[in-house]
Structure formats: structure tokens, C-alpha cells
């Protein structure tokens, strides 16, 4: 197959997704009860405060306009400005992106090689005592919601033995760092290094591996390539996780980053934050995607 023909397709395909996210989460914040104009209103609005302020943030114009004006607006890089605090929402998620990105980014870091390391060890001693307590443990780990994990570490590494912060106030400093990364870590390590187990072991089993072995020949780097296929494709869908699993991780460690953003924004029902999020973690799974089913081809033997 073309790559480059693949890859076109798969971009205008992503556009496609891209923007039907962004109308959906717009026709979505629409059905919440309430909206920015009452919040803004105060605990004991006047209908014609409210009407006033739904006239002044455009409220009162018709859903395909409103919708319209984004749309055109949002293909020449503008998201709008916050109908709460007025604030540009690019200057909005460049802000709390910070945050984020260290978080999802250490976290990656770490995840490649600890997955790869612990699937890698698991096979080469298949049925041992080892690969059954790594296995077991992981199972029982990843059936731990995060924010399950999250409690539990911060009660008893941030309060109980106050050995490392609690929360990220104080700056997401790298003992601020280690709770929160961990909670992040744990489910994808398990996920993605019992794949790496299985995949290696269905490599050591081919006639090519074995011929290497017989030869000489670095082995495992033959059968390596192939067992790290599948995982490339999972850690796209872990990355979509990941964008879940930040905005959880964020909230109980109160980090100011992307997921707090979203969350004020549905309470405040913050429509143009809302969906320049939305684009942005929409635009951010598509390119994801893209990137592990071309790392995938390029891993395959006939690439």
C-alpha cells in the first residue's frame, strides 16, 4: 500500500472527526441546564439581568449562527474569548497546558521503557514464579480506578507519612510529581507490558527467532521488532487514556492544568473553552493514531 496515500486519507478523515467533535460538543453543552448568562447572573438572578447578559455574550442569537460564527472563526486560529472571564481561549490553554504536558510527558517517558521491560522479562521466563507474581500483580492493579490509586497514595504517602506532597499548590515540583505520575503509570504498564508478554512470546515461537538462535545471531533483536507491533498500537489508545486519565489525576492532586480547566468550564457551561478543548483533544487523538499506525507499518517486516 501507498504510505503517502494512507496518510492523506487518514488526515482528511481526522479533519472530518475533528470537526463533527467539536459540533457535538457544542449541540451537547447546549442540552446542559443553564448556562453561562445565569451563572454570571449570580445565586439569585433577574430574568431581565439574564437577558441582558445573554444579549451581551450573543446567547440570544440562533444555534446555527452562533455555531457558524465559531466554525469560521475557529479555521482562522481564533477560539474566542471566554464568556466568563473574557479571556482569549488559546491564552486560556496555553496556560493550564503546562501542567499537562509535564504530566502526560513524564509519564510516556516512563511508560515505553517500563513496559517493554517488564513484557520483555516476563516472557523470557514464562511460567516462572516471577512471570506469575508480575502477572498476577498487574492484573490486580489495573482493575484499581485512578482515582481510587489517588486517594489511597495521598492518604498514606501525602498525610499519613507525609513523605511527599499531597497536592500540586505548591508547584509541580518532582516530589510534587511522584504521586501523580505514579497513579497515571500503573494501569498502562499493566496493560501494555502483559500485550508486550504475549507478543514476545508468539515471536520467541516463530521459525525465524529460532533460526537465529540456532546461527548465533542476536535473537532478540529479531524477535524484539515484531513483539513491539501490537504495543505501538495500544500506546496510541493509551494516550487516549491518558487525556482522561490527567483531567481524574489533576482534580485529586489539584494541578491547575488542562482537566481543571475543562472542569470549570462544564460548571460554568463556558461554551467556546469548552469546545477549543474539545478540538484540542479530539485534533490530539487523531494525530496520535496517525503517528502509531505509521510507527506500526515501519516496524513491520515488509516495511
Known amino acids: 500500500m501507498n504510505l503517502t496515500r494512507y496518510v492523506g486519507r487518514r488526515l482528511a478523515v481526522g479533519v472530518l472527526q475533528v470537526a463533527g467533535v467539536a459540533c457535538l460538543v457544542f449541540l451537547m453543552a447546549e442540552a446542559l441546564p443553564g448556562n453561562a448568562a445565569v451563572v454570571l447572573a449570580g445565586d439569585q438572578p433577574d430574568p431581565a439581568r439574564i437577558e441582558q447578559i445573554r444579549a451581551g455574550l450573543g446567547l440570544d442569537r440562533p444555534l446555527t449562527e452562533r455555531l457558524a460564527a465559531w466554525a469560521a472563526a475557529a479555521v482562522r486560529g481564533?477560539?474566542?474569548?471566554?464568556?466568563?472571564?473574557?479571556?482569549?481561549?488559546?491564552?486560556?490553554?496555553?496556560?493550564?497546558?503546562?501542567?499537562?504536558?509535564?504530566?502526560?510527558?513524564?509519564?510516556?517517558?516512563?511508560?515505553?521503557?517500563?513496559?517493554?521491560?517488564?513484557?520483555?522479562?516476563?516472557?523470557?521466563?514464562?511460567?516462572?514464579?516471577?512471570?506469575?507474581?508480575?502477572?498476577?500483580?498487574?492484573?490486580?492493579?489495573?482493575?484499581?480506578?485512578?482515582?481510587?490509586?489517588?486517594?489511597?497514595?495521598?492518604?498514606?504517602?501525602?498525610?499519613?507519612?507525609?513523605?511527599?506532597?499531597?497536592?500540586?499548590?505548591?508547584?509541580?515540583?518532582?516530589?510534587?510529581?511522584?504521586?501523580?505520575?505514579?497513579?497515571?503509570?500503573?494501569?498502562?504498564?499493566?496493560?501494555?507490558?502483559?500485550?508486550?508478554?504475549?507478543?514476545?512470546?508468539?515471536?520467541?515461537?516463530t521459525p525465524y527467532v529460532g533460526h537465529a538462535r540456532r546461527l548465533g545471531l542476536n535473537w532478540l533483536a529479531h524477535a524484539l521488532p515484531n513483539a513491539l507491533i501490537p504495543a505501538v498500537q495500544h500506546l496510541a489508545r493509551t494516550i487516549d487514556w491518558l487525556l482522561g486519565g490527567v483531567i481524574v489525576v489533576e482534580a485529586v492532586f489539584v494541578v491547575p492544568g488542562l482537566g481543571t480547566v475543562l472542569a470549570d468550564a462544564v460548571g460554568r457551561r463556558d461554551l467556546p473553552v469548552l469546545q477549543g478543548l474539545a478540538l484540542l483533544f479530539a485534533a490530539t487523538t487523531v494525530s496520535v493514531n496517525l503517528l502509531a499506525d505509521v510507527a506500526a507499518f515501519r516496524l513491520a517486516p515488509r516495511a
Open 78 to 205: 481564533d477560539f474566542g474569548a471566554s464568556l466568563v472571564s473574557g479571556r482569549p481561549v488559546s491564552e486560556i490553554m496555553l496556560d493550564a497546558l503546562g501542567p499537562t504536558a509535564v504530566l502526560a510527558g513524564i509519564t510516556l517517558l516512563l511508560l515505553v521503557p517500563l513496559s517493554i521491560l517488564f513484557g520483555v522479562a516476563a516472557a523470557l521466563r514464562e511460567g516462572s514464579w516471577s512471570d506469575r507474581a508480575l502477572t498476577a500483580a498487574s492484573t490486580a492493579l489495573y482493575a484499581v480506578p485512578e482515582f481510587a490509586l489517588a486517594i489511597v497514595l495521598v492518604a498514606v504517602f501525602g498525610v499519613a507519612l507525609a513523605w511527599l506532597p499531597p497536592t500540586g499548590l505548591g508547584g509541580l515540583t518532582p516530589a510534587a510529581l511522584v504521586l501523580p505520575v505514579t497513579v497515571l503509570l500503573v494501569r498502562p504498564v499493566c496493560s501494555t507490558g502483559r500485550l508486550v508478554r504475549s507478543a514476545m512470546l508468539e515471536a520467541l515461537a
